[in-house]
């Protein structure tokens, strides 16, 4: 028997005879694969072709030596007519249920059912079928090393039409869009009715599905999308590709030429030959069943039977409270705002949140969601409320419950509620008409309005803006819970008892797979395929344009769970929301889904602060003096179930996990730190995976414990006690040189008051008293000069003198000076009586102004004899003593000319200097007695501190 193909096999059909029972493996995580040989009855492990019947469901394998059936559990191998063998390279039904039969140099033949039956019916148009499939009424053929595509009805074996010819020898072809491809190794062809050259590089293999045209050259795979080439994905292998197959899931499966086997999904391409141990498996086909298991037809090594698990893509932890989930909007920032029996709940890539709702009175209910760019209109059970996107709350902007919305193309919005439909123009409503009953939903398609009441399903057209409509009594009389129009202006409900669609002015029931024949229907969408997507009570189901019905999830839908929204986002992800959770699927063909229970916080309460509704993995930051943490928090069972387990644990303190029987944690006398709570629940009997929730604790130090704090402090407390000895010393040496000045002044008063001139004119004065015979007189001179020379030298080592010994002294002093004048003076000295005498005043302070009046004011009086007053009394408030001394002498003037106060100054300075460094709020006043004759005589006013008697301290 000729046989192209024998050549590449025998090594790969000698090194699989050491299998000798089922093989069930896996490829990593998600992939499972199982082998069938000759030694699982396999009557040839050269393998061409893989078919299932679309009726039985049975898998055909065509072998080197003929066909064979597989039921799930067993091989059958179909013998030919006088037990003779051929290989079968092609497989196909046609629509009367046959399956057609290629064999290799004998033609096509027939099995009818039930498929038992030897083939008794052989035609042989042709004898070197390698590939044939459905074309409209009849059969394409390819034959091998052939340059034309052949059709054949299927009943007349003479009448052979020949559609096309291209240059070269033709590799796989494709049925798609009506219109057949054709893979050459001259180039890429289409023919519809005359052939067209799309490309001149050579193109190996062909494959299509809803999505679009695919096509493989040397090792790259392509979408063919709007007449151009979009490059997929590039095959790591060495050689070029033979076969691929681009499954339901979106996973790309390729073969190379000479032997290398690869599998391409979103986590990256997987050398399957490599582990399998064996790299050069040659493919020969790809086949997907209805299960959606891949196939892979070997030339040497039988074939492989792959499973692909589905995955979740991602699941939201939602709060409790939002159970019952029936509307949801995907924005354009990527962010979800669903509603449902207990509010809207903003989410984003791990975890859900209320948002406020503004002027809420109770208990809100969402009935409808329609997000734009940076808006999204919410209706609820109390109103209308507007959203901004990215924000923590809404507000409300009209009070109509219960509202429906829908966007047309050019992105108004329409709002349907009770009898009316209104058109949103931000925060207002403009009516556009009114109709006879209450509105149960709208849809709009292209420029046109439909919306549904209990008697009509009316049109009204939106981009003329005309009043008209048209309306027809359809009454469906039933519980709608949804609507939806698809491409085609074809207009569903879904409803109680089913699915319903609107067409040729006929309601029309669609069958689903469901077990009963009315199914309650909870909610549309619409690919962008064209499909409708509905929920019911026990699936997802989903219905293309021929009402073929497939059903895309069922096994994980919980026993009381519904899913009453359904929406896709801008690439194509399935999104669900349910009584039980808010999930989407990373593909439309996935069959099961995983969950685990859902671990919230319902309130948090830090110090004085309170929230509900805590994100997950935001910090908490506390002050020291308030470092309590108490937190409430609740679990929720996907599976409607009890028995959860909650455990916890804070680092780095607590480093064991604890189990808690209560929903509520608290946490005191937090030391200042970092700290980590973790939160774990589970089933108490494991069935399902943990959910996890972890929240970051930091407690601030006080602020006098910071580090930079407390050297900030030493620095001040060092400068502090520096400043204070700087100070102290300063104080005392500005004390010393306080004291040192007083002395000082205290000598000087003294010299001035015994100076040189004054000791000399009392000598001779002395001398002159003696000469006139005046001896008493010069006695009693020398009695009082004696005693003033004793008490000045006397009070050298005070400060202080009372004022009686004051009195004395100045009476001693004014005595001997009035002996030297020839008009002897009079002077007077007194005491008010308030004063005791005992009182003590600073040194030598009065002595120097009673010689300036005594040497510059009288002794100048030539006409008259001078006076000199002194007079001690308390000044009004009894808190200093005034000190008065008067002259009638010249005064301030003299002669016309003012004096210069008077010429013995210093010594009042030095006076006037010596009571500030004594007492700060001493006073020194001097001015003529009187304000019209500056001549009349001076008047000098001295306010000074005194000592009590009691308080009296001679240094």
């Not at 809803?210 to 994905?233: C, F, T, V």
């Not at 009898?419 to 556009?432: F, H, I, K, T």
């Not at 929920?535 to 096994?555: G, H, N, Y």
């Amino acid at each position: 028997m000729e046989y192209p193909y024998k050549c590449l096999c025998i090594r790969s059909y000698l090194s699989l005879l050491a299998f000798c029972f089922w093989q069930v493996l896996s490829l990593g995580q998600d992939i499972q694969y199982k082998q069938l040989t000759t030694e699982d009855n396999l009557s040839h492990d050269i393998v061409f072709r893989v078919f299932q019947h679309p009726d039985t469901g049975y898998i055909w394998f065509g072998t080197d030596i003929g066909l064979v059936r597989y039921n799930g559990h067993e091989l059958k191998q179909l013998s030919e007519p006088e037990n003779t063998k051929h290989s079968v390279l092609g497989l196909c039904g046609d629509p009367s249920g046959n399956l057609r039969i290629a064999h290799f140099n004998r033609g096509v033949g027939t099995l009818k059912p039930p498929y038992e039956d030897l083939i008794t019916e052989h035609y042989s148009p042709l004898d070197r079928v390698i590939k044939m499939e459905r074309f409209r009424n009849g059969f394409l053929i390819l034959e091998v090393q052939s340059i034309a595509l052949q059709f054949w009805t299927g009943e007349d074996q003479d009448k052979i039409d020949t559609l096309c010819i291209v240059p070269f020898w033709i590799r796989d072809f494709e049925v798609y869009d009506d219109a057949i491809y054709l893979a050459s190794e001259s180039g890429f062809y289409r023919w519809n009715g005359q052939l067209e050259v799309l490309s001149t590089q050579p193109v190996s293999w062909l494959d299509s599905d809803e999505r679009g045209l695919y096509y493989a050259d040397q090792h790259s795979i392509y979408l063919w999308k709007e007449e151009s080439p979009e490059l997929l994905e590039t095959c790591p292998g060495k050689h070029n590709i033979d076969h691929f197959l681009r499954a339901a899931d979106g996973a790309l499966w390729v073969s190379e030429h000479t032997g290398g086997f690869y599998y391409h999904d979103e986590n990256g391409w997987i050398d399957i030959g490599e582990t399998l141990g064996d790299q050069d498996i040659v493919v020969h086909q790809f086949f997907e069943d209805h299960d959606h298991n891949i196939w892979a037809a070997t030339l040497g090594a039988g074939v492989y039977q792959f499973t692909v698990s589905p995955s979740i893509l991602r699941e939201w932890e939602v709060p409790k409270a939002s159970f019952y989930l029936k509307a949801g909007q995907l924005t354009e920032r990527g962010q979800f705002i669903i509603g449902g029996d207990q509010g809207v709940f903003s989410c984003d890539d791990s975890s859900c949140y209320s948002l406020q709702l503004n002027q809420m009175t109770d208990k809100v209910y969402v009935y409808d969601l329609l997000s734009t760019n940076e808006l999204t209109y919410i209706s609820t059970n109390q109103g209308v409320y507007l959203h901004q996107n990215g924000s923590d709350s809404a507000h409300r902007i009209d009070l109509m419950a219960g509202c429906t919305f829908d966007s047309a193309a050019n992105g108004n919005i329409y709002l349907a509620h009770d009898n009316s439909v209104y058109q949103v123009l931000g925060q207002a409503l403009l009516l556009l008409f009114r109709v006879n009953e209450n509105i149960i939903d709208i849809a709009i398609n292209g420029e046109m309005l439909y919306l549904m009441t209990r008697e009509t399903l009316c049109q009204y057209n939106i981009t003329s803006g005309s009043m008209s409509m048209s309306c027809e009594n359809s009454r469906l009389d039933r519980i709608v819970n949804d609507v939806a129009i698809d491409a085609d202006g074809r207009f569903y409900c879904a409803t109680n008892t089913g699915l319903y669609r609107f067409h040729d002015s006929r309601w029309e029931h669609i069958a689903l797979n469901s077990n009963t024949e009315q199914p309650r229907c909870l909610a549309l969408a619409i690919d962008q395929q064209n499909r409708i997507w509905v929920t019911t009570a026990k699936s997802v189901e989903v219905v293309d344009q021929k009402d073929r019905v497939e059903t895309v999830l069922v096994s994980e839908i919980q026993k009381n769970e519904e899913l009453e929204m359904l929406f896709f986002g801008n690439d194509g992800t399935l999104y669900l929301g349910s009584n039980a959770r808010f999930f989407s699927l990373n593909d439309t063909s996935v069959r099961t889904v995983r969950h685990r229970p859902s671990l919230i916080i319902t309130h948090l309460r830090t110090g004085k602060e309170f929230q509900n509704n805590v994100k997950p993995f935001e910090p908490i930051t506390l002050n020291h003096n308030e470092a309590r943490l108490n937190l409430s928090f609740d679990v929720i069972d996907l599976s409607l179930s009890r028995g959860m387990n909650v455990r916890y644990r804070l680092l780095p303190e607590m480093q064991e996990w604890k189990t808690t029987l209560d929903k509520e944690l608290t946490f005191s006398n937090l030391s200042p730190g970092h700290y980590e709570l973790k939160l774990e629940a589970s089933h108490i009997l494991g069935a399902q995976e943990a959910s996890h929730y972890s929240l970051d604790i930091e407690v601030k130090p006080p602020w006098w414990s910071i580090p930079w704090v407390q050297g900030l402090l030493a620095f001040a407390l060092a400068s502090m006690i520096a400043l204070a000895i700087w100070l102290a010393a300063r104080f005392q040496r500005k004390r010393y040189q306080k004291r040192l000045e007083m002395e000082t002044l205290k000598m000087k008063a003294l010299n001035n008051q015994l100076n040189p001139h004054f000791l000399s004119n009392a000598l001779q004065t002395m001398k002159d008293l003696l000469r006139s015979g005046s001896q008493d007189d010069a006695l009693d001179y020398v009695n009082r000069f004696t005693y003033l020379l004793r008490k000045n030298f006397e009070r050298l080592e005070e400060n202080t003198i009372s004022i009686d010994e004051e009195v004395q002294l100045l009476e001693a002093y004014l005595s001997i000076e009035q002996l030297r004048f020839e008009i002897p003076f009079r002077f007077s000295v007194s005491v008010s009586d308030e004063i005791p005498m005992e009182t003590r005043i600073p040194l030598m302070v009065v002595q120097p102004f009673v010689e300036n009046a005594v040497w510059h004011g009288i002794s100048r009086l030539k006409d008259r004899a001078g006076e000199v007053h002194v007079c001690f009394e308390l000044t009004e408030d009894r808190l200093r003593l005034r000190i008065l001394i008067e002259d009638n002498g010249v005064g301030l003037f003299h002669s016309g000319k003012r004096s210069l106060l008077p010429k013995r100054r210093s010594g009042i300075k030095m006076t006037e200097h010596r009571l500030q460094l004594i007492d700060p709020g001493s006073k020194l006043h001097i001015a003529s007695k009187s304000k019209k004759d500056e001549s009349s005589g001076t008047r000098i006013e001295l306010l000074i501190a005194f000592h009590s008697p009691a308080k009296h301290n001679t240094h």
